[in-house]
Every structure is written in C-alpha cells, then in structure tokens.
C-alpha cells in the first residue's frame, strides 16, 4: 500500500509597490461569492516555501502537515475533508482518482503569480462544469510574461539554502517569441536531508509526565525536481494557454513516532507529469473556453522495516479529461452557460488480485448570471454521471447526482463598499479507487458523500489614497451538513478495516477577516492582516456511540493568523503568527486523544535592489522563531526553529 494509500486506510515580478501585492479579495462589485487572494510580493514575504504552507493564512482552511521538507501536506476547507476540495492550476482542475489527496507540498511559489481561495465556487459562470462540483476550490495562476516595449526576455535566478542542509536553485526564463506569442521556462531542484531536532514528550492521562526526551527526525530527506513549460499566446479574437509539467522526486517517509521507533524503512518515488491546453475565443455576446489534458501520475512505495511484512509496489495512473465551456450575453444583465467535461481514469498496480479499475465521468453543467448594479445572483445546475469498470469483476451501478447551487451579492449603499453575499450549494464527492476497490479494504456498494452548504457574509472594502489606501472587513456565517460520510471502519477477527458510508456531520462555524493598509510617511506602507475561524463540526452519525456530537479529529473549534509587513524604500520586513487550537485525535473527546493546541511566530526581512536592468534581492527568513514544540499530526512532530536565506537576480 502507498502512504497515500495508507492515510485512505486510516480512521476518519517584479512588482516593487505595495497596492500590487496586498492579500485582498476582489471588490464586492465582482465578486459574489467569497474569495480569498494572496498575489505577488506578499505572497513571497509569507515565509511559505509551498502552496500549503501559504494556505495557512487563509480564514476556514486547515492544513494536514506530516512534517518537514518533503512531507505530505493536504488542505482541508470548512472541515468538510480534503477530497472536498478542487485545486486548479491554470484553469484545469488537478486529479487524484487512486485517493482524492492532492499532495499541495508539490507545487513551488517560485512560479506562481497568485492563490485564491473560493467558498462555494468561483464567481464567474463560464468555468469548466467540474469546477461547479467542488465544496470548496483553491485556484493556483503561474506568472505570465510581461514585455515592455523593446524587451525580448526575463530571466531570474534564484537560489535557497538553510535549516536541513537544504539546497533549493530554481531559475526562471521568459521568451517573447512573436508580438503575439511568449514562453516560459521554470526549474527548481530541492534537496535536503529533513533531519531536524524535536522534543519528544508525553502525559498519560492522569496527567503525570510519561517521558521527555530530545530527537533527531529520520528519513525525511527529499530530493525532487520541477520541470514546467508554458505556451501562452493570443489570436484576433482569442487566446490560447499551454502548459507542460513534471514533478520527479526520491523521499522518505519518516511516519509516527510510536513505540520508541524512530526511524522508518519506507521510501516513495513520484514522477507526475501532465499536458494541458486551454483556448478561449470571444466572438461577439458568445464566449467559449475549451481544454484538454492528459496526465500520467507513477507512485514507486517501498517498506523494508524489519518488524513489518517487506512491500515494493508500483502504482500506475493514466487521467484524460476534456471540458468545453460556453457563455452568452443575452443582455446587458443576464448571462447564461453551458458546459460538458469528460474524464477518463484508470488505475493499475502489481499488487495480487488488484481489480485494475477504470472510470468514465461526464459533467454537464447550466449557469446564469443577473446584474442589476446592486444586486447580483448566480444560479447553476450540475448533473455528474460516473461509470466504473472492473478487471476480472462485477462493477457497481452507475451513478448519476444533480447538485444545485444559488449565489447572491447586495450593495445597499452607492459606494459599493459594503455589501451583504449569501450562498446555497450542494455537492459531492464520488468515492476513490481506494475506497472501493483496495484489497480488503474497499467497498464497491460505497455511495457518494454529499455535502449542503449555507453561507451569510458581509464585507466592507475601501480603497483610497492618503494615509488609508486600503481597508477591508469581512464576516461569513455557515453551516455545512455533510451526508454518507465515507470512514474506515474494523471488522472480522483479524482488525481488518471496510470502508462504509456511517458518517452524519454537521458543522456550523464563522469567519473574520480584516486588513489595513496604511502610508504614514511618503514610500513608507504598512500592512496589518488578521483573520480567525471558529467551527464546530460535530459527528451525529449514531446517538449510541461513544463520540455522539463530539468534535471530529482534528478540526479545531478555534484558529487564526495575523501578518504585519512594512516597505519602505526597498527593505521589507515581515512578521506572521500562526494559532491552532485544541483538538482531538480520534473520535472520542475524550482526555487520553486531546492534541494541545499550538502557534508559531515567522519573521522575515529583504532587501530589494535594481542596477539597471538588474534586479536584486536578498531574503532572511526564520520560521518558528520562538521554537516551539508542536504537532501538526499526532506523532508527527514538526521543526523547531529553523532559517532561510534566499538570493535572486533578475533581469
């Protein structure tokens, strides 16, 4: 089994100024469901080296982070669960059919232009019918080339070093081809030995100290490569997007630490490649957005602990998907659309037995859009459709789901600045290949797990010019019910575990968010950031059981995250806090599974210089800088403090 595999088996620019780069969501004008963004330099100060680790600051978000360099880290939105969530890169949505967990620890900052992060669904109606299935989605934008008149190129080099005897080069190269043609080329290489110190203690449950010692985290190395190509031109009434990406890497797999075992013998080896190609023309009131992709994902996973039985398996996995999107202005304020995507999965894998499943999916999708200034409204309609096929057996049924969803934004003052939102939308997430079809673990009769969210916001957004140049209020109130739940569950003599649909969760929580950007001085900016989420996300499955209405594993009634930057004459200074509350690591809220809660200060400084056409920068980071013990996981302990020094050269 792969790790991936294991968690399924488990219980439960160069933009220099700063109104270019603060985290803000788009003005209440456009934006009817509520959005999150983080973009340019401030995303670069955030002392985040992936895009999970820049997830952390966005409201309603919990992280899984099995630590270190190289470890897995998933994203989980409104504690609906991870395959809830939609990652899209570049406008076409990422895939895991083996198990639904798209490893965010992946995908580099150093070529990404902007993170958004969307409750509900992205606020536009011409989107891919796969992206209106999603119960929340994160799109990730990579940088597009910019040319000034007279310029042929970029180029940008950049190297990192620090805690873990990491080594991380990366280089950018921007190619203006034609006057309507450009290309990039982005390469990172990462390496590191991911051995870091942490304080190992435990309390029993009457509270007395079990032990307490110090360690050093083994087989955490990682040595990984990013390879990504991008075509990107425009036509007479159009433009087209194509993208051509590998991900290679060699890891350990450092697992809990239990029992006094401190280092494993599992190794992963991943080699993920995909092409994708995106083409939207404009013709008149018609709009149409059409892509394709195709991806091949390769997992190698190795054991060779002696206490454990030896396990070298190869895990194949083929995707082809294909969506075209269609949008008419019928008037000046109504929009209507149409989409159909089709998507083809299949799974292999030299494992005895394996039933080497394949899978059609098609997503047909109708959405309208109604302006009226103040207010705005969005309705769509999903109807998804799934057929498996088995090698050497039986496949269940077909499965068809039709899941609505209806969006609204009110101004009631002229300024637009604050407005009122309010959502309604039901989803789903069709079962893996893991949960149906894994060997003595999966169930082939498992029916989808749906989900019903409501939502209620208000937001204030001013954007001005002396002292305050921006500032920003938001609140969100929701409550999601999540049906058929999909857990693992024991049975028979020998503990073995089933996949079943027991679970009911209801969750009720709120958001709040604030920021403001303030210019004391001439070139002086000063930007304060907080947000905080409560959530109560009970288990309601069953009134018999033990953990009826207690907190699910992991989610935290409490969270929050504050960030304070200053520019000022090309120095920066950056300081970001980080707080999880308590939580619980099983089921049952009881003593003996409660996880401590835990926070983190980052604090960063750099220093921007240009000669010419030459760009400088030189970047300090500390993260953790009060090196606190905690874990993300349990038995999964995370660094203590730990540095990064970052040099770049742009030209």
């Not at 599992?266 to 059409?290: C, H, K, M, P, V």
């Not at 575990?497 to 604030?514: E, K």
Request: glycine fraction near 8%; hydrophobic fraction near 35%.
């Amino acid at each position: 089994m792969t790790t991936a595999a294991a968690h399924a088996a488990e219980p439960a620019d160069t933009a220099h100024t700063l109104r270019e780069v603060v985290v803000t969501a788009r003005r209440p004008a456009d934006d009817i469901i509520p959005a999150q963004v983080l973009s340019g330099d401030e995303l670069r100060r955030l002392n985040s080296n992936s895009v999970a680790d820049a997830l952390r600051y966005f409201s309603g978000v919990q992280v899984k982070d099995y630590g270190g360099v190289g470890g897995i880290k998933t994203v989980n939105i409104r504690s609906m669960g991870t395959n809830h969530t939609g990652v899209v890169y570049d406008g076409v949505e990422l895939g895991n059919a083996q198990n639904g967990q798209i490893d965010l620890g992946q995908f580099s900052l150093d070529n990404i232009e902007a993170i958004s992060l969307y409750n509900g669904q992205k606020s536009e109606i011409l989107q891919p019918a796969k992206d209106f299935g999603s119960a929340g989605s994160i799109y990730m934008r990579t940088r597009t080339p910019q040319f000034a008149d007279g310029e042929t190129y970029h180029a940008r080099a950049t190297m990192r070093t620090g805690s873990f005897d990491l080594i991380n080069p990366s280089a950018l190269v921007e190619l203006r081809l034609s006057e309507r043609t450009n290309a990039s080329l982005s390469a990172e290489w990462l390496n590191s030995s991911g051995r870091y110190k942490f304080r190992y203690r435990r309390v029993n449950p009457a509270g007395e100290l079990a032990y307490d010692t110090t360690a050093v985290r083994e087989n955490g190395d990682i040595n990984a490569t990013r390879l990504e190509i991008n075509f990107n031109g425009t036509l007479p009434q159009g433009e087209w997007h194509f993208k051509a990406y590998n991900y290679n890497s060699e890891r350990g797999v450092p697992g809990a630490i239990v029992n006094n075992v401190w280092r494993r013998g599992e190794r992963i080896w991943d080699t993920n490649s995909f092409a994708q190609g995106r083409y939207t023309g404009y013709f008149g009131r018609f709009t149409t957005l059409n892509s394709i992709k195709y991806a091949h994902y390769r997992t190698h996973y190795v054991n060779n602990d002696d206490k454990q039985v030896k396990i070298d398996n190869l895990y194949k996995q083929k995707e082809l998907y294909f969506s075209s999107s269609n949008q008419y202005e019928a008037t000046a304020w109504l929009r209507v659309s149409a989409a159909y995507d089709l998507m083809w999965n299949t799974l292999e894998a030299d494992v005895y037995g394996f039933a080497k499943p394949d899978r059609i999916s098609q997503f047909l999708s109708a959405a309208a859009a109604v302006d009226l200034g103040r207010l705005k409204a969005q309705a769509s309609a999903l109807g998804t459709f799934i057929h498996d096929r088995l090698q050497g057996q039986q496949a269940p049924p077909d499965k068809s789901v039709f899941t609505p969803a209806v969006f609204a934004s009110w101004a009631p003052l002229r300024s637009r600045d604050f407005s009122v939102r309010a959502f309604y939308k039901r989803s789903f997430r069709m079962p893996t290949f893991n949960d149906l079809y894994y060997a003595d673990m999966g169930n082939s009769q498992l029916s989808p797990e749906r989900v019903t969210q409501y939502n209620l916001g208000l937001v204030y957004d001013h954007a001005g010019s002396g002292l305050i140049t921006a500032a920003r209020v938001s609140s969100d109130i929701y409550y999601n019910r999540v049906r058929d739940k999909i857990v693992a569950y024991p049975k028979g003599q020998q503990f073995r575990w089933t996949m079943l649909n027991l679970g009911l969760v209801d969750i009720r929580g709120g958001d709040a968010t604030a920021l403001l950007t303030i210019q004391p001085v001439r070139g002086l900016f000063v930007t304060g950031r907080a947000q905080y989420t409560f959530q109560r996300a009970i288990d309601i499955t069953n009134p018999a059981d033990n953990y009826y209405r207690d907190q699910i594993p992991y989610i935290p009634r409490h969270s929050g995250s504050a960030v304070l930057n200053a520019t000022w004459r090309g120095w920066g200074l950056n300081y970001s806090w980080i707080y999880v509350g308590e939580r619980y690591n099983q089921q049952e809220n009881i003593r003996y599974n409660y996880t401590q809660p835990w926070y983190t200060s980052d604090l960063s400084v750099s220093k921007d210089l240009r000669l010419g056409r030459v760009g400088l920068r030189a970047l300090l980071e500390v993260n953790n800088l009060l090196s606190q013990d905690y874990d993300v996981i349990l038995n999964y302990p995370m660094p203590k403090r730990n540095y990064r020094i970052t040099l770049s050269v742009e030209i």
